[in-house]
């Protein structure tokens, strides 16, 4: 065996060390994925156990970003999409937390800032190319969502047309990011219009809107975290 036949030292363990590295990549995010299943399933047979598992969700969803950590580039990302799911996980639990406030308006201002950190990260970290022509749909959307809720809102028509038009950014500007990251935006938005009409226009809604609240929402939040992780990672960028 000459010279360039002979097995390079060290190369199977570093490739057992790669290959364990993606098997744990994979398994962080395990977690988060039963619980989601658990919880809309919950919701959709009225179970106890949604509301506990629905508290659980954003703090799991942290672990894929905890892990990634160490290979994200610029480390203002970690700051972002941490704070970004901090915020949600507030909105989430704006009854739970502060019992005494008003649910409604705590849940709008919690998922705006959220919104703005998510804006922040797209336009400033994660974009891959331009604003596509079809965000255009996305301002359709926010009026026709005015037009149609704006006289159910009563005093919150501000509140609800700022916290939509955030909502909208956020969807818009995720086209710019990977593909999963539009895609997780666009179901974000289809979260919060289901649960825009049942807050407001309830009368006549066929049950399985609650559980598609739900659905919507953690497969949006889950492809965006994938979808930035995915893009930013410093091991994907080489």
């Known amino acids: 065996m000459n010279a360039a036949s002979a097995p390079v030292a060290g190369t199977g363990r570093g490739d057992r060390a790669r290959a364990g590295a993606r098997v744990l990549g994979i398994a962080i995010w395990m977690p988060y994925i039963a619980l989601a ?100 749909a996305y301002v359709a959307w926010w009026i026709g969502m005015l037009w149609l809720l704006g006289p159910h809102t009563g005093g919150l028509l501000f509140a609800v047309a700022a916290y939509g038009l955030v ?19 666009a179901f974000f938005l289809a979260s919060d219009s289901i649960l825009a009409l049942r807050l407001f226009l309830p009368e006549g809604l066929p049950g399985w809107m609650g559980p598609a609240v739900m659905l919507t929402y953690t497969l949006g939040q889950g492809l965006i975290v994938y979808g930035v992780l995915r893009s930013l990672s410093r091991n994907e960028r080489r």
């Open 167 to 185: 909502l909208a950014g956020t969807a818009a500007t995720s086209a710019r990011c990977h593909p999963i990251v539009a895609i997780g935006g």
């Open 37 to 136: 299943i658990i919880h809309v399933t919950a919701l959709a047979v009225g179970s106890d156990i949604a509301q506990p598992t629905k508290l659980t969700l954003m703090p799991l969803l942290a672990l894929p970003v905890l892990y990634a950590a160490r290979h994200l580039r610029p480390r203002a990302v970690i700051a972002f999409l941490l704070g970004a799911l901090l915020f949600s996980w507030l909105g989430d639990g704006a009854g739970a937390f502060f019992p005494a406030a008003p649910e409604l308006p705590l849940m709008l201002l919690f998922f705006g800032i959220a919104h703005i950190a998510y804006i922040v990260l797209f336009l400033r970290f994660a974009r891959l190319r331009r604003m596509p022509w079809w965000t255009l």
